[in-house]
């Protein structure tokens, strides 16, 4: 959405306009203010709610999304420290690791290779 320059409206445009009584016909004076009036009223009172609507969803989603994104930040910290002490480990060392966590390589036609694991992704500490 762009507003009468052509530049992109932000979220905080859009704010700004959900907060002005004007735009839905009501005059404040100070702390005292009008009742809807029609006749200066831009902006629909249906659509303004709904417009609210849609902000306040938008911001419980990127709220949500910085959750996941802080959780998985997490994840990706911890997998990379324990690449790093692998790939420094001597290779002794990297067998012994491998040992601790696969049980079985199995090779079948076709090279299909099938490994179980000692460990379960939330012992790894990886959500799925």
């Not at 990379?80 to 491998?98: G, H, N, Q, R, Y």
């Not at 290779?113 to 799925?128: A, L, Y």
């Given at each position: ?102 049980s079985a390589v199995r090779v079948s ?20």
């Amino acid at each position: 959405m762009n507003n009468r320059s052509g530049k992109r409206f932000t979220n905080t445009t859009i704010q700004n306009i959900l907060r002005r009584e004007t735009y839905v016909g009501i005059l404040k004076c100070g702390e005292s203010q009008s009742g809807v009036i029609p006749e200066i009223q831009i902006v629909p009172q249906e659509l303004f709610d709904r417009a609210q609507e849609n902000v306040d969803r938008c911001q419980r989603e990127l709220e949500n999304s910085k959750t996941l994104l802080d959780r998985i930040r997490i994840q990706y910290e911890t997998l990379e420290t324990w690449s790093a002490v692998f790939s420094d480990s001597a290779i002794e060392v990297k067998k012994m690791i491998v040992a601790q966590i696969i049980s079985a390589v199995r090779v079948s036609r076709g090279y299909n290779i099938d490994i179980d694991f000692n460990i379960s992704f939330e012992q790894f500490g990886v959500e799925v």
